[in-house]
């Protein structure tokens, strides 16, 4: 009979989740057990990792990302064991904390849920034994003052409590009991739902217990780093909390509680630029674009996005600081599987846009990434002093996906472009890339995007030639609208708006000279050869670009 079950959570944490496991097997409990990984349909190989070194795991892997509480769920119902452990990917257990946790739980029955004391990687002390969120430390969250404000955590994390709940990195439980409340509640995505789980075991009677003498090491925040969206999940989770376990009236506090947090957040912000310009004549050092909104996540509050570490906002547009190698390793992993993810290389023109009007910016901001396709933005994200690492220009990262797909036998797809043209590449990157399979193309008719008769059309013709990635060269704004609305009834794992590639690559158009593509020059190259149709974009419409880069650094908005 199996004691414990061990459950993760993985989405992108593939290092961290080998370390996890490889703790767990180097200090087993002294009990049979089990362990169960659930893969949010992670872009990195965290699930061939577990297959080819941890064979013993129990692997269930999702086409989606279903959120952490939906996914503890379901690695419950796989679970055979007494009781259940769920624990993060990001932790690692030290030599005797799941046979002393394991007896602890077999000793006090009265227990809902036992957390245990929570070590960062350099040995000091997490907050994991905690008190029902108040507005005053949701307020500290998000208005990042908590980071000015040390609670005194060693003092109250050295004797055994009974807090309101307990850090949901590790969560022991009994499985008759979790069953009993009914799991984790699926509303709560990421963050809350260890905050909710304990409180409706404390309605049932049961205590939350606290070991000092049971640690772990948390390496913190790994997934939700991966997530664009962490301050907007982390407000939704406090706003679901209010509204499930406190009264009307202190959820309207919550959400004005929040508005002034943002408030604060941005005169933090603009004090910064105006001390470090002071200092260093640098009035931007501390604005990286707009500020982190969590109100998005509020239906009355301002809606603004939260930037990952591992972005720049440009114009109100999130630009992913990744590299040609690493955009490549990722598309790879997300071919290969089912789920629609959609990939932009964005230019000057579409920033534009989506600093004058909020039309596409869901789009964008939705989008698994979003890349720096052209030398201006480079040159922008220097300005304000958030380098990126490399243009990935879309006509590059085509030719570059098509090899990559050659080798790994995923199949392509080529709609849109002129007449024939998408066939003409289609014919060119084969003969550039033997073994590439062209799934198909298509030439929709014009206007097709308001017709629903071919739409249908389009995708039934792409769920019966099953390719893996669509390339769609449909122009902005349409291209990434169409993949917005249609991607997933198309059942294309992947799919990218890539302009005038086709054309490029099919030799109707030729490239700029490679001189004039490092100096910034390429809409100079374009501009000469599509002058009637080009004018305009590049003369009009794109020139507030450098305006409106000047209004962002000096500007606290």
């Known amino acids: 009979m199996v004691d414990l079950s061990i459950v993760i959570v993985n989405w992108n944490t593939c290092a961290l989740l080998r370390a996890c496991l490889t703790s767990i097997f180097r200090h087993p409990p002294r009990a049979c057990f089990e362990v169960i990984v659930v893969d949010n349909a992670s872009s990195d190989p965290s699930p061939e990792m577990v297959r080819g070194e941890f064979p013993g795991v129990i692997l269930k892997t999702n086409t989606a990302n279903l959120g952490f509480a939906a996914a503890n769920n379901l690695g419950s119902r796989l679970a055979t064991g007494r009781f259940l452990l769920f624990l993060n990917s990001d932790t690692e257990v030290h030599a005797s904390t799941l046979s002393e946790a394991l007896s602890f739980m077999e000793l006090h029955p009265e227990t809902g849920v036992l957390g245990c004391r929570t070590l960062n990687p350099d040995g000091s002390l997490q907050n994991s034994a905690c008190a029902f969120p108040t507005c005053l430390r949701i307020f500290a969250h998000v208005s990042g003052l908590s980071r000015f404000v040390k609670l005194p955590r060693r003092r109250l994390h050295e004797r055994h409590r009974h807090p309101d709940y307990v850090q949901g990195s590790f969560l022991f439980v009994s499985k008759s009991v979790f069953a009993q409340c009914g799991g984790f509640n699926e509303i709560f995505f990421l963050y809350g739902e260890e905050v909710d789980l304990c409180l409706r075991l404390r309605a049932l009677g049961l205590r939350i217990d606290y070991h000092p003498g049971i640690a772990i090491t948390h390496h913190g925040g790994a997934s939700s780093r991966n997530s664009p969206r962490r301050v907007d999940h982390f407000v939704t989770s406090c706003l679901f909390l209010y509204r499930e376990h406190r009264s009307a009236a202190q959820v309207g506090r919550l959400r004005k509680t929040v508005k002034a947090a943002l408030a604060v957040r941005r005169l933090m912000r603009f004090v910064s630029a105006a001390l470090n310009f002071k200092k260093r004549g640098d009035a931007a050092r501390a604005l990286c674009g707009r500020p982190p909104a969590a109100a998005d996540a509020l239906p009355s509050a301002c809606g603004k996005m939260s930037v990952p ?104 797809f080529l709609l849109g472009g002129p007449e024939g043209m998408a066939a003409r590449a289609a014919a060119a990157l084969q003969k550039r890339y033997p073994g590439l399979l062209v799934a198909g193309t298509y030439f929709p008719r014009y206007g097709f995007e308001k017709m629903e008769q071919e739409n249908e059309k389009i995708c039934s013709l792409l769920r019966e030639r099953k390719p893996s990635i669509l390339f769609t060269s449909l122009g902005f704004p349409k291209g990434i609208q ?55 974009r590049y003369l009009v419409r794109d020139m507030p670009f450098f305006l409106y880069l000047l209004r962002q650094k000096f500007s606290a908005d």
């Open 482 to 536: 169409w993949i917005e609305r249609h991607q997933g009834r198309c059942a294309v794992p992947l799919a990218i708006e890539v302009g005038a590639s086709f054309s490029f690559i099919s030799g109707q158009l030729k490239r700029a000279p490679r001189w004039m593509q490092a100096r910034g020059l390429e809409w100079l190259w374009r501009l000469m050869l599509e002058p009637r149709r080009l004018w305009k």
């Open 309 to 412: 570490t591992d972005s720049v906002t440009i114009l109100k547009t999130r630009i992913d600081k990744l590299g040609m190698d690493e955009v490549l390793e990722r598309a790879a992993g997300m071919m290969s599987q089912s789920s629609p993810r959609h990939l932009i290389t964005a230019n000057v023109d579409q920033l534009v846009a989506n600093y004058k009007g909020a039309a596409f910016r869901a789009i964008y901001r939705d989008a698994v990434l979003v890349l720096p396709d052209g030398v201006p933005l480079l040159w922008a994200a220097r300005f304000l002093n958030r380098p990126l690492h490399e243009r990935i220009n879309g006509t590059d990262l085509m030719e570059r996906i098509c090899s990559l797909a050659a080798r790994k036998g995923f199949r392509v």
